[in-house]
């Protein structure tokens, strides 16, 4: 099962415009983590935020994570035709047994046009 | 350094045969995740294993099962194959105990189509 939603599923916008993707939980986490996929091939790590921080940069990318209201979101900025993928969040729940396992949201499929 | 391995990268079945897929972790990872990916169901998880022991495994028919070499070379099969088998089989793995500080690194994936 999911753990969680992301909104919106679907994302079209021009290159140079930011791109804003949602992602919400259900449970308590460890961590929570944004990967890359493309065209149905390998996913790809791109940042990872803890259960105690609230805002994280990487380069482009800029992550927040709102743990009262179990949400979190992606902030692309200055978008690249090669950003066009699906996104998907992913949570390491917390608990001590979930060794090696991340639930997945469904994916926002995000296409920016040159 | 060479990524997570997954071979083959494609593969037809049909419906009641077995299959067995294999994965090569980045050198040094220890943990070696399985998940499925289809369109209806998104990504699921489907086992984990560290140094050659099972830790977690996710909801899914005993047909399918894994195991981790000595090397952290791991191998998932999944015996009498049916059509809602066909999917993205992706691997992960990762340093250490837990995956906490550096996520994990996925391989390209294995697509398994049953016919």
């Known amino acids: 099962s999911q753990q969680g939603e992301e909104d919106p599923q679907a994302l079209s916008i021009q290159e140079g415009e930011n791109a804003t993707m949602n992602c919400s939980y259900k449970?308590?986490?460890?961590?929570l983590q944004w990967y890359r996929q493309n065209s149905g091939r390998g996913l790809v790590h791109l940042i990872l935020i803890r259960s105690n921080e609230r805002e994280k940069h990487s380069g482009r990318l800029r992550v927040t994570l709102d743990t009262s209201k179990k949400s979190s979101s992606l902030l692309i900025t200055a978008s690249r035709a090669a950003d066009t993928a699906s996104y998907f969040c992913?949570?390491?729940?917390?608990?001590?047994?979930?060794?090696?396992?991340?639930?997945f949201g469904q994916g926002t499929i995000l296409t920016v046009h040159p | 350094k060479a990524g997570v391995t997954q071979t083959p990268r494609y593969l037809i079945k049909t419906r009641g045969q077995q299959v067995t897929l294999s994965c090569s972790p980045i050198?040094?990872?220890?943990?070696v995740s399985w998940y499925q990916q289809t369109p209806g169901q998104g990504l699921q998880f489907l086992f984990e294993y560290f140094s050659e022991t099972q830790r977690n495994k996710g909801n899914f028919p005993g047909r399918f099962s894994g195991r981790q070499f000595s090397n952290s070379r791991s191998e998932m099969n999944v015996s009498t194959l049916e059509l809602g088998d066909s999917a993205l089989y992706l691997c992960?793995?990762?340093?250490?105990?837990?995956?906490?500080?550096?996520?994990?690194?996925f391989g390209s994936g294995t697509r398994l189509t049953v016919v």
């Open positions: 050198s040094g990872h220890r943990s």
């Open positions: 449970t308590s986490i460890n961590n």
């Open positions: 992913a949570t390491d729940e917390a608990g001590g047994t979930s060794y090696g396992k991340l639930t």
């Open positions: 992960a793995s990762s340093f250490g105990w837990t995956a906490s500080n550096y996520g994990y690194t």
